[in-house]
């Protein structure tokens, strides 16, 4: 247990198909993170929200749009997703956001997200 | 710009040390981290290194050499649950505080 919970799981979808991945982290931290993984690559920050409000967009399209309506949840909604978008996607936390020394992020265990 | 460099699969035996190296490019560096994943599996942080030296938990060590970009974990004693992919992320100024991660060191395990 990581103490942060992604649904679903798995989520298979097509590309005109309008859905939402869900994450809630129970350790009290103030940072919240996306992150796209695919294979063979590095893992990609998407969006970082610290305190509810989002610091970063990392020139993500706009078929992905992230809401942190609490510093516990944070939602990445999705709609008209290409097939390059399947992948595993990963939500994090950290205790707070910025160049502090340590903010190990905590990681759920993503969702396996495939377009059809 | 930053990059990562880390060999992109490892194989060791059960009992041995196994050195995972990972050299980077950035300027304004602050610190470098070391996260686990198994296959299937959330990351986990395994340690963060900001100022040059080896760092020691249990059976993993982590060392960085800011001179040289440079920094490796190190594992000991290995087990077969060792089997897993290891990212070394930066922290650099550009970042503002996030990290960039390598694409990873795939770690196999054999008996």
């Known amino acids: 247990e990581t103490g942060v919970t992604q649904t679903p799981r798995h989520l298979v979808m097509g590309m005109t198909n309008k859905k939402s991945l869900k994450c809630e982290q129970h350790l009290g931290h103030n940072a919240m993170y996306w992150y796209k993984q695919s294979a063979k690559k590095p893992l990609e920050l998407m969006f970082v929200?610290?305190?509810?409000?989002?610091?970063e967009n990392n020139s993500v399209p706009s078929r992905f749009s992230p809401e942190c309506p609490n510093s516990s949840h944070l939602f990445l909604h999705l709609h008209t997703l290409q097939p390059e978008d399947s992948a595993l996607y990963l939500c994090a936390s950290s205790p707070s956001f910025g160049t502090a020394s340590n903010q190990p992020q905590h990681f759920g265990d993503g969702t396996r997200l495939s377009i059809l | 710009g930053q990059s990562l460099e880390q060999p992109s699969e490892v194989t060791a035996v059960e009992g041995a040390i196994v050195q995972i190296n990972c050299t980077y490019q950035t300027s304004g560096f602050y610190g470098l981290s070391w996260y686990q994943q198994h296959d299937g599996g959330a990351p986990t942080f395994l340690s963060y290194n900001a100022l040059d030296g080896l760092e020691e938990t249990g059976r993993f060590s982590s060392f960085l050499s800011r001179s040289d970009s440079y920094g490796y974990l190190l594992l000991q004693e290995l087990q077969m649950k060792d089997s897993a992919s290891y990212f070394c992320?930066?922290?650099?100024?550009?970042?503002?505080?996030?990290?960039?991660f390598g694409k990873g060191t795939k770690l196999s395990v054999k008996p």
């Open positions: 992320a930066v922290k650099w100024e550009g970042s503002q505080g996030n990290l960039i």
């Open positions: 929200y610290s305190l509810e409000e989002r610091v």
